[in-house]
């Protein structure tokens, strides 16, 4: 018999103890490739998503009339890249859009995601033109996509380019979102090293007594190591293969409504679902079992390195210094995720010292030998299974973390949903078009109908003098009248009578971002260069603009010189009980044009909140599935440990307590266990909800979202953890119920552990 | 009250490997009287540590009566219910059991462990430290069970049982693993103590030397009893 079979026989007299560690392996692996596979798929899915709506540049007539097939083959024949762009829509055919993919053949591809028209038209919408041009019973409308590269060449005479867009554009929101996610899969991978690391423990526990007895008949420890870490790179991969399948099955499990989602806005099936490799997953999850393993010959390292145990000690402290510091004071996100990881693993080596340090300070204070009897036993679980309980804490406070700031996405995300698209409808002003008339008439028939509208216009102006004494470009919002179209806002900081004051041109309101770079604060006066002219004005209220990190003014319209150059104009109007068509139809009279842009920013609002409803979801399907896997962990390995304290329990019984008492101390146990370790996760949750909102976001964009914590989940928490200690005891429990009823090898092993 | 503590008779019980029913004691009977001993001796598998077992309520007989202490039970597959509330004030309160190891908590001290034994009896914790005295190591009262050898082990098992003050008390190997005089040592602790407090004492043994020092022996490989 070699030393690998004599090694190996252990688990042949125990296979459920193997069965046990491959479980843990291939739930490792499942989780994490599931939470990688369902992020990249919903960046790779966002992506997608904003190119499918992003905004392009079309060419428009410069008359204002719409564009026909004509214009397409002069355009083409003078040499510009331009693709049409048939939108059909009527009640049978629905929304379809006939593009032609010969003529978007010179388009760039200079987008990270696929464009709509790239690869097979075999989705809908997107048919080929000449079946669009057939369908063209209903609504049609023509447009030209001219490619990006030469929008900013001057074009022919009598046409322009103008932006196209289809969607809602969620700026750096969604990208800030899928940072997030990022750094919450790290996490994830930390919390699976973790598992990965206490079943390699645990398999070692378990055979204390076979590896002493190798090391008696003389085989060098360092062998013995080698053969363990083959053993367990062996078992690995023979569980990562199915792990990662399961993984990915998971994700596309999962992953489907966020696709039918996706496709239900877009109307182009955009979700990867099953794309990526498996090489990627595997590998790194074959490095963090061998990390898992390999982290043993750190030891000598350290011990050279910090020879005292008391130098030891002063581990945690000093890196839970070094990672608050980093995170709090660092202005490099490298360096803030640095902070971020010496502060869990503080936390994580602290753990088991400090629920061990209550337990042992209970024990002391009780005169009552049973519940001392317990805190002891309490102690003696806590280091046994050390490692399951920093995974289980970590994704714990990962849950408190992501529950809040899912929740402030959410509620941040409607309100800027509801701030950008306040109005039903977004109508774009013709560039040579008056909007005074167009204002007068909404201004008389709008109210009457029971609607709101005003108009925006946009540019840019100069503030004199920043915060390092030179002047900035600010972009301008100018809006006239000021109704509940944008009285409805919600303000960070405001004056009394801000609204009115804006309206009646005596101040301004300045963007969080703004607000932040220049140190302003309401009150303070502006002096503010609009078109050549200076006027200083005082700030009346700070608005949050989320996702848009430029500094931005909001004016009332009046106080605009007549000099001021518009970069764009439109009007937002909520027509109340007239028909957007009337409205358009009034509008195409006054301007003389044939054709207006107009967008249903209802839809846009409905269909966005779809998508990030879906993604919200599966964020949180993602961190609760690591929470469970965490506590499958824990009461996986309870399991096993309890094996060897079972003779205890059953002490207790053969000292006259009937087994359901017994029972009784070991839910106690279990659920204390569970209950400390769910409150210290809160700190650490409330932390991370901190360094995600206030840290890595504005480092990342230079905006914040604002920090909610909800006392809510800690409830939650509070329940979810007193669940897992009762599976942990209910799972204990029959082994102490069916077990041997004599305790007669509870000082086995390692059984004798006080 | 009767003096017999244990009226046994015609007990039975038997296990199953695989599908083979393994037959451990059948036809089973004995007695015991107030202050008397015995000692259950023969070779291993013989069913001594069963038999403790089944007359201490931690397993049921197959078949056969049971009267101890003056409750009596009649045989059933699990005890459950009253009868299993019963066996448990039983051990509470009036038998002690010895084991030949994991007498005692580890994460707890001597004098705790007696303190616990004594408080889940419902007797006066005071005397425990008493008793770990009279056993000869009261000065290892606060030291926790690793800390001390295999025989002040035993002791400190005798003490929790003693401080008890039990009617009956069963020992399956009580000096087992201990060496030959450490092992007179407890057992002489063990029937002195036995003798002055006139319980009940049911031991199972390999020791013959022990075995001889009770009352009667009882051979279960050849079922004969002197």
Request: aromatic share 8%.
């Given at each position: 018999?070699?030393v690998f079979s004599a090694l190996t026989s252990h688990y042949r007299r125990h296979p459920l103890q193997l069965f046990a560690l491959a479980v843990m392996i291939l739930l490792a692996t499942m989780l994490w490739t599931g939470v990688h596979h369902l992020t990249s798929q919903a960046r790779a899915s966002l992506d997608q998503s904003e190119a499918a709506v992003a905004e392009r540049r079309q060419v428009v007539r410069a008359d204002g009339q719409p564009v026909s097939v004509t214009d397409f083959a002069y355009l083409r024949r003078e040499g510009l890249c331009v693709m049409p762009w048939l939108e059909v829509s009527g009640p049978d055919t629905g929304r379809v859009v006939g593009i032609d993919p010969l003529a978007a053949a010179c388009f760039g591809t200079d987008t990270d995601a696929e464009a709509p028209w790239q690869g097979e038209l075999n989705g809908q919408p997107f048919v080929d033109i000449s079946e669009a041009t057939g369908r063209a019973g209903g609504q049609a409308s023509l447009s030209l996509l001219i490619d990006r590269s030469e929008s900013a060449e001057p074009m022919p005479a009598g046409y322009r380019t103008a932006p196209f867009s289809v969607g809602p554009d969620t700026g750096e929101l969604g990208e800030s979102f899928l940072l997030n996610l990022d750094a919450l899969g790290v996490l994830v991978l930390l919390i699976t090293a973790l598992l990965v690391r206490s079943v390699y423990l645990l398999g070692l526990a378990q055979r204390r007594d076979s590896l002493a007895l190798l090391r008696r008949f003389g085989v060098p420890p360092r062998r013995i190591r080698r053969l363990l870490v083959l053993e367990l790179s062996l078992l690995a991969l023979v569980c990562i293969l199915p792990g990662v399948w399961l993984g990915r099955l998971l994700a596309a499990m999962l992953g489907d409504g966020f696709g039918r989602a996706l496709e239900g806005l877009f109307d182009a099936p955009l979700y990867a679902g099953q794309?990526?490799?498996?090489?990627?997953?595997?590998?790194?999850?074959?490095?963090?079992?061998?990390?898992?393993?390999?982290?043993?010959?750190?030891?000598?390292?350290?011990?050279?390195?910090?020879?005292?145990?008391?130098?030891?000690?002063?581990?945690?402290?000093?890196?839970?210094?070094?990672?608050?510091?980093?995170?709090?004071?660092?202005?490099?996100?490298?360096?803030?995720?640095?902070?971020?990881?010496?502060?869990?693993?503080?936390?994580?080596?602290?753990?088991?010292?400090?629920?061990?340090?209550?337990?042992?300070?209970?024990?002391?204070?009780?005169?009552?030998?049973?519940?001392?009897?317990?805190?002891?036993?309490?102690?003696?679980?806590?280091?046994?299974?050390?490692?399951?309980?920093?995974?289980?804490?970590?994704?714990?406070?990962?849950?408190?973390?992501?529950?809040?700031?899912?929740?402030?996405?959410?509620?941040?995300?409607?309100?800027?949903?509801?701030?950008?698209?306040?109005?039903?409808?977004?109508?774009?002003?013709?560039?040579?078009?008056?909007?005074?008339?167009?204002?007068?008439?909404?201004?008389?028939?709008?109210?009457?109908?029971?609607?709101?509208?005003?108009?925006?216009?946009?540019?840019?102006?100069?503030?004199?003098?920043?915060?390092?004494?030179?002047?900035?470009?600010?972009?301008?919002?100018?809006?006239?009248?000021?109704?509940?179209?944008?009285?409805?806002?919600?303000?960070?900081?405001?004056?009394?009578?801000?609204?009115?004051?804006?309206?009646?041109?005596?101040?301004?309101?300045?963007?969080?971002?703004?607000?932040?770079?220049?140190?302003?604060?309401?009150?303070?006066?502006?002096?503010?260069?609009?078109?050549?002219?200076?006027?200083?004005?005082?700030?009346?209220?700070?608005?949050?603009?989320?996702?848009?990190?430029?500094?931005?003014?909001?004016?009332?319209?009046?106080?605009?010189?007549?000099?001021?150059?518009?970069?764009?104009?439109?009007?937002?109007?909520?027509?109340?009980?007239?028909?957007?068509?009337?409205?358009?139809?009034?509008?195409?009279?006054?301007?003389?044009?044939?054709?207006?842009?107009?967008?249903?920013?209802?839809?846009?609002?409905?269909?966005?909140?779809?998508?990030?409803?879906?993604?919200?979801?599966?964020?949180?399907?993602?961190?609760?599935?690591?929470?469970?896997?965490?506590?499958?962990?824990?009461?996986?390995?309870?399991?096993?440990?309890?094996?060897?304290?079972?003779?205890?329990?059953?002490?207790?019984?053969?000292?006259?307590?009937?087994?359901?008492?017994?029972?009784?101390?070991?839910?106690?146990?279990?659920?204390?266990?569970?209950?400390?370790?769910?409150?210290?996760?809160?700190?650490?949750?409330?932390?991370?909800?901190?360094?995600?909102?206030?840290?890595?976001?504005?480092?990342?964009?230079?905006?914040?979202?604002?920090?909610?914590?909800?006392?809510?989940?800690?409830?939650?928490?509070?329940?979810?953890?007193?669940?897992?200690?009762?599976?942990?005891?209910?799972?204990?429990?029959?082994?102490?119920?069916?077990?041997?009823?004599?305790?007669?090898?509870?000082?086995?092993?390692?059984?004798?552990?006080? | 009250?009767?003096?017999?503590?244990?009226?046994?008779?015609?007990?039975?019980?038997?296990?199953?490997?695989?599908?083979?029913?393994?037959?451990?004691?059948?036809?089973?009977?004995?007695?015991?009287?107030?202050?008397?001993?015995?000692?259950?001796?023969?070779?291993?598998?013989?069913?001594?540590?069963?038999?403790?077992?089944?007359?201490?309520?931690?397993?049921?007989?197959?078949?056969?009566?049971?009267?101890?202490?003056?409750?009596?039970?009649?045989?059933?597959?699990?005890?459950?219910?009253?009868?299993?509330?019963?066996?448990?004030?039983?051990?509470?309160?009036?038998?002690?059991?010895?084991?030949?190891?994991?007498?005692?908590?580890?994460?707890?001290?001597?004098?705790?462990?007696?303190?616990?034994?004594?408080?889940?009896?419902?007797?006066?914790?005071?005397?425990?430290?008493?008793?770990?005295?009279?056993?000869?190591?009261?000065?290892?009262?606060?030291?926790?069970?690793?800390?001390?050898?295999?025989?002040?082990?035993?002791?400190?098992?005798?003490?929790?049982?003693?401080?008890?003050?039990?009617?009956?008390?069963?020992?399956?190997?009580?000096?087992?693993?201990?060496?030959?005089?450490?092992?007179?040592?407890?057992?002489?602790?063990?029937?002195?103590?036995?003798?002055?407090?006139?319980?009940?004492?049911?031991?199972?043994?390999?020791?013959?030397?022990?075995?001889?020092?009770?009352?009667?022996?009882?051979?279960?490989?050849?079922?004969?009893?002197?």
């Amino acid at each position: 018999m070699t030393v690998f079979s004599a090694l190996t026989s252990h688990y042949r007299r125990h296979p459920l103890q193997l069965f046990a560690l491959a479980v843990m392996i291939l739930l490792a692996t499942m989780l994490w490739t599931g939470v990688h596979h369902l992020t990249s798929q919903a960046r790779a899915s966002l992506d997608q998503s904003e190119a499918a709506v992003a905004e392009r540049r079309q060419v428009v007539r410069a008359d204002g009339q719409p564009v026909s097939v004509t214009d397409f083959a002069y355009l083409r024949r003078e040499g510009l890249c331009v693709m049409p762009w048939l939108e059909v829509s009527g009640p049978d055919t629905g929304r379809v859009v006939g593009i032609d993919p010969l003529a978007a053949a010179c388009f760039g591809t200079d987008t990270d995601a696929e464009a709509p028209w790239q690869g097979e038209l075999n989705g809908q919408p997107f048919v080929d033109i000449s079946e669009a041009t057939g369908r063209a019973g209903g609504q049609a409308s023509l447009s030209l996509l001219i490619d990006r590269s030469e929008s900013a060449e001057p074009m022919p005479a009598g046409y322009r380019t103008a932006p196209f867009s289809v969607g809602p554009d969620t700026g750096e929101l969604g990208e800030s979102f899928l940072l997030n996610l990022d750094a919450l899969g790290v996490l994830v991978l930390l919390i699976t090293a973790l598992l990965v690391r206490s079943v390699y423990l645990l398999g070692l526990a378990q055979r204390r007594d076979s590896l002493a007895l190798l090391r008696r008949f003389g085989v060098p420890p360092r062998r013995i190591r080698r053969l363990l870490v083959l053993e367990l790179s062996l078992l690995a991969l023979v569980c990562i293969l199915p792990g990662v399948w399961l993984g990915r099955l998971l994700a596309a499990m999962l992953g489907d409504g966020f696709g039918r989602a996706l496709e239900g806005l877009f109307d182009a099936p955009l979700y990867a679902g099953q794309g990526g490799g498996w090489l990627m997953p595997v590998g790194i999850m074959l490095a963090v079992v061998l990390a898992a393993c390999l982290v043993d010959f750190l030891g000598p390292m350290l011990r050279v390195l910090l020879p005292h145990e008391k130098s030891r000690r002063w581990w945690p402290p000093a890196l839970l210094g070094a990672g608050l510091g980093l995170s709090t004071l660092v202005e490099s996100l490298p360096a803030l995720f640095l902070g971020v990881a010496l502060v869990f693993v503080a936390v994580g080596l602290w753990l088991p010292g400090l629920i061990g340090g209550f337990a042992e300070a209970r024990a002391r204070r009780t005169r009552d030998p049973l519940a001392r009897w317990r805190y002891r036993e309490l102690s003696v679980l806590v280091r046994r299974l050390a490692l399951p309980l920093v995974a289980l804490q970590f994704a714990m406070a990962m849950v408190l973390a992501v529950q809040a700031l899912v929740t402030t996405f959410e509620s941040t995300f409607d309100r800027w949903l509801a701030q950008r698209l306040a109005a039903d409808f977004y109508i774009e002003v013709p560039p040579q078009a008056d909007i005074d008339p167009a204002g007068a008439w909404l201004a008389e028939r709008i109210p009457d109908a029971g609607g709101q509208w005003h108009r925006v216009i946009r540019g840019t102006a100069t503030l004199a003098g920043g915060t390092e004494g030179s002047d900035t470009q600010v972009d301008v919002l100018a809006i006239a009248p000021v109704g509940p179209l944008v009285t409805d806002w919600r303000l960070l900081e405001a004056t009394g009578d801000a609204w009115p004051k804006l309206a009646a041109g005596n101040g301004l309101m300045v963007n969080e971002q703004l607000a932040r770079r220049q140190a302003l604060d309401i009150g303070e006066s502006l002096t503010v260069r609009l078109a050549g002219q200076t006027v200083e004005l005082p700030i009346l209220a700070i608005y949050p603009d989320y996702g848009r990190p430029a500094g931005e003014l909001l004016l009332g319209a009046a106080i605009l010189p007549t000099e001021f150059s518009p970069t764009f104009r439109s009007l937002s109007v909520s027509p109340g009980a007239m028909s957007i068509d009337g409205v358009t139809s009034q509008l195409r009279g006054i301007w003389q044009q044939e054709q207006l842009t107009v967008r249903d920013n209802r839809s846009v609002k409905a269909l966005a909140t779809v998508i990030f409803d879906q993604t919200f979801l599966l964020t949180r399907a993602m961190t609760l599935l690591t929470l469970v896997l965490a506590a499958a962990a824990l009461l996986l390995m309870g399991w096993v440990f309890f094996s060897t304290r079972a003779g205890y329990f059953r002490l207790l019984v053969v000292w006259g307590m009937s087994r359901g008492q017994a029972a009784r101390q070991l839910t106690r146990l279990s659920v204390t266990l569970t209950g400390l370790v769910a409150l210290l996760a809160l700190p650490l949750g409330v932390w991370l909800t901190w360094v995600l909102v206030h840290r890595i976001n504005p480092l990342a964009f230079g905006w914040s979202l604002p920090m909610a914590v909800y006392p809510g989940f800690w409830l939650e928490l509070g329940v979810l953890s007193l669940a897992i200690g009762l599976s942990i005891a209910w799972l204990m429990r029959r082994q102490l119920l069916h077990g041997n009823p004599a305790p007669a090898h509870a000082n086995a092993s390692i059984g004798g552990e006080r | 009250m009767s003096d017999l503590l244990i009226s046994a008779q015609g007990l039975r019980k038997q296990f199953r490997s695989g599908n083979e029913p393994v037959t451990v004691f059948d036809g089973l009977s004995l007695d015991l009287g107030r202050g008397e001993s015995l000692a259950l001796i023969g070779r291993s598998g013989s069913g001594k540590s069963t038999l403790l077992n089944v007359l201490c309520g931690l397993e049921w007989p197959d078949a056969g009566s049971l009267r101890i202490l003056g409750e009596s039970f009649e045989a059933q597959s699990h005890p459950h219910g009253r009868a299993e509330t019963l066996w448990g004030e039983l051990r509470r309160r009036r038998v002690g059991v010895v084991f030949q190891e994991t007498n005692l908590m580890p994460a707890l001290s001597l004098l705790d462990n007696v303190r616990l034994r004594s408080r889940l009896a419902n007797r006066d914790e005071t005397p425990c430290r008493d008793w770990l005295e009279r056993l000869g190591i009261g000065e290892l009262a606060d030291r926790y069970p690793d800390q001390v050898s295999g025989g002040q082990r035993q002791r400190a098992a005798l003490a929790m049982v003693f401080a008890m003050q039990p009617d009956l008390i069963l020992a399956d190997e009580p000096t087992g693993s201990l060496d030959r005089r450490t092992a007179e040592e407890v057992a002489e602790v063990l029937f002195n103590l036995q003798s002055r407090h006139g319980c009940g004492l049911i031991l199972a043994t390999h020791d013959t030397e022990l075995a001889e020092r009770c009352d009667r022996t009882l051979d279960l490989g050849h079922r004969q009893a002197r």
